[in-house]
């Protein structure tokens, strides 16, 4: 029997139980549907975390120096939380020095930020913005682009000029239908006067970036971060993965001599690169891929008991048509094979089934929750092949109890 | 060709040989049925019993063949082994010059299908098949494309004038057209035997003879056919008459003595 000739007469007898096929196939059905939605979820954020929030938050070909890492790269134990409380800050000072040591071609900037609320002279209060004192170059490292007005000079940020340039959701909060150029935004009571803002650029885990100001390190916006207690970091854009690594070496060199770290000494400061923050990500990715397999296998493991029960049921029942086959010329390997392509064809119908509901299901998380989610082509394919080896399996014994049926019993049974 | 058919192509040609040999059998492709002293033993529970204790039993080609006898005398058990269903605890088989006593499951299954028609009493046709499907069946087993079986599968419904019911299926037809249906699937292989077990079991006297007709035009155009029935006035249709009594031939005549013993023992 031709598998063309198999496929067909299991899709009749499918037609011919539909609600019976249907109980069937739920088992596997919502294996692969929550299957698909984890993996698309996972792939979503991983989509989103890998090619959004690395460029956005770190920047390409850049790393930033900091205390301890921004990114923490899964349970970081008392004993390690209480040594990066005890290291020394980095201060502007460590930030002048870092610069004075770097390779030719390498950009640099210093930033140090908090959340504050702003105010103008249209909104008194509404949401929080992240407010980054910075020096010029922060800009292009951040490959952060304008939608009007301008960013500020190296004179401005050397002066401490009170400029500011703001995210595209907090000007619309605090300008709402005013053009914000040339306007004042009040910051814990300081005015600064805004000369740009910046491309509508998304949130990332539903941070968003929209909502940020941005003014010269040496303005009096270093009272709102409060800079003097340390900078959060220093960025440092390398032209080039070899220029990084120059900059990484020269950087250290200077940060464990100012530290006066001996030899001996494992550094108390942190470069962390895009790489390095992607590794707790890929850290948590794998558990999710983990919990992503093993919650669907757990549907699969009942859906083919379900289907290996209803195959034997199936055997049963028409024990009489099997003897019918048998005597007309059907051995067992033809016998086997029509009940085990029975079993793969019901499974993949359950398959993709669940693949659709899994699509549904992963648009519905996407339109209600913040979380990203994009269907992944492998859990696709993933999702029918699974759905075949679940059938075939769970239709191996099934199958095997009929092709080894004495036809002349199945003849004679009712 | 598989390396499963050549197996059977293979030993085919070596038994050929061999059969052509057997003391008592004419040495003649004539033969379609030898049968040399098979026996069957069943264990039911510990107890063996001899269904069949050495049946010699040799058809030609062309023959109509009715085999009777009253039941527990082992027509079945010997419609069984000589359709392959089953194999002899003892004892040789040739079918068509092959010896198939000695074959494992996929090969008697072969042999089913190319060898043999069956025609059942309870006609067994697939209920959810349409006659034409039902009469495909062999066809799809024995690797015939789609185009070609479904053509065969036609003719073979035509032969026995159910051209216009191919697109029934068996519930929707009479019982003299089910085995009608019955028996074209049975002869779409072109069988060496047909072999009808019961074959007007469930049908009115008017059906059964209906049905007989069909029989005896199939032997008058040159097809072999094996009849099991426990009604003499089935097996009269027959060119010869096999009597079993407790798993032995207790006689093997021509119609004309059959019916001369048969008037006797009536008078």
Redesign the interface.
């Known amino acids: ?1 031709s598998l063309l ?1 198999a496929v067909r007469l299991a899709l ?1 007898q499918i037609r ?1 139980q539909k609600l019976k096929s249907f109980f069937t196939l739920l088992g596997v059905t919502i294996g692969v549907m929550f299957l698909i939605a984890v993996v698309s979820i996972v792939n979503g954020m991983s989509k989103y975390v890998e090619e959004d929030f690395a460029a956005k938050f770190l920047g390409v070909n850049t790393f930033t120096l900091r205390r301890f890492p921004n990114f923490q790269n899964g349970n970081v134990t008392e004993a390690t939380w209480r040594e990066w409380q005890r290291r020394p800050q980095i201060t502007s000072e460590d930030a002048e020095a870092v610069r004075a040591a770097l390779p030719t071609g390498t950009h640099w900037a210093i930033q140090d930020s908090r959340y504050a609320t702003p105010s103008s002279s249209y909104r008194n209060s509404g949401p929080q913005a992240r407010v980054s004192a910075v020096s010029a170059d922060y800009f292009l490292i951040k490959n952060l682009d304008l939608e009007r007005g301008r960013v500020f000079t190296e004179q401005e940020e050397q002066i401490g000029a009170p400029v500011i340039v703001l995210g595209s959701e907090t000007a619309e909060t605090y300008f709402p239908n005013v053009d914000p150029l040339g306007k004042d935004l009040r910051l814990e009571g300081l005015p600064f006067r805004v000369i740009g803002v910046l491309k509508k650029q998304g949130s990332t885990f539903g941070i968003s970036l929209d909502r940020q100001a941005i003014g010269p390190f040496h303005s009096d916006l270093r009272r709102v971060t409060h800079a003097r207690m340390g900078l959060d970091g220093v960025l440092v854009q390398g032209s080039d993965v070899g220029n990084l690594q120059d900059a990484q070496e020269s950087t250290r060199e200077v940060m464990r001599r100012r530290h006066h770290l001996r030899p001996s000494d494992p550094d108390n400061f942190m470069m962390e690169t895009s790489d390095s923050a992607l590794g707790a990500w890929q850290t948590i990715k794998q558990f999710l891929v983990i919990g992503g397999i093993v919650l669907p296998l757990i549907g699969l493991v009942v859906g083919a008991i379900v289907i290996m029960n209803i195959m034997l049921v199936a055997v049963a029942d028409r024990t ?2 099997i ?12 016998i086997m094979w029509q009940f085990l392509v029975e079993s793969a064809t019901l499974s993949v119908f359950g398959a993709i089934l669940g693949i659709a509901l899994g699509f549904g299901l992963s648009l519905l998380i996407k339109s209600v929750t913040p979380l990203p989610s994009s269907v992944a082509l492998w859990s696709v394919i993933v999702s029918v092949v699974l759905g075949a080896g679940v059938g075939i399996i769970a239709g191996i014994y099934p199958a095997s109890r009929a092709s080894r049926l004495d ?2 019993l199945a ?1 004679r049974s009712e | 060709m598989s390396p499963v058919e050549q197996d059977v192509a293979m030993s085919t040609t070596a038994e050929r040989k061999v059969v052509t040999g057997v003391p008592g059998v004419a040495p003649s492709s004539d033969w379609v049925i030898v049968t040399r002293g098979i026996t069957r033993d069943y264990d039911m529970g510990g107890e063996v019993v001899h269904a069949l204790r050495g049946v010699e039993l040799a058809v030609r080609r062309n023959e109509y063949v009715a085999i009777m006898g009253p039941s527990g005398s082992g027509k079945s058990t010997l419609m069984n082994l000589i359709g392959c269903l089953d194999t002899p605890s003892a004892g040789e088989y040739w079918l068509n010059g092959v010896l198939v006593s000695r074959m494992a499951d996929d090969e008697l299954a072969r042999v089913r299908n190319r060898e043999i028609g069956f025609v059942f009493q309870t006609f067994n046709l697939l209920p959810r098949a349409s006659a034409l499907h039902n009469v495909e069946l062999p066809l799809v087993y024995a690797g015939v494309s789609s185009a070609e079986r479904k053509e065969r599968a036609r003719e073979a419904l035509t032969r026995v004038q159910l051209g216009d019911r191919m697109d029934h299926r068996p519930n929707e037809l009479s019982g003299g057209q089910r085995q009608r249906v019955a028996i074209a699937r049975a002869l779409v292989n072109r069988p060496a035997i047909l072999l009808a077990d019961e074959p007007t079991g469930n049908l009115d006297s008017t059906t059964s003879e209906e049905i007989m007709r069909v029989f005896e035009e199939l032997a008058s155009s040159g097809q072999t056919v094996i009849m099991v029935t426990h009604e003499p006035d089935i097996a009269q249709h027959a060119r010869r008459v096999v009597v079993l009594r407790d798993g032995r031939i207790s006689s093997d005549e021509t119609r004309e003595t059959f019916l001369a013993s048969l008037n006797s023992a009536r008078a």
Do not use: F, Q, S, Y
Request: glycine share 10%; net charge positive; no cysteine.
């Open positions: 029997m000739d009749t011919v009489r048509e003897g019918i086959r048998k005597a007309l010329g059907a051995r067992r390997r033809d036809p002349i003849l």
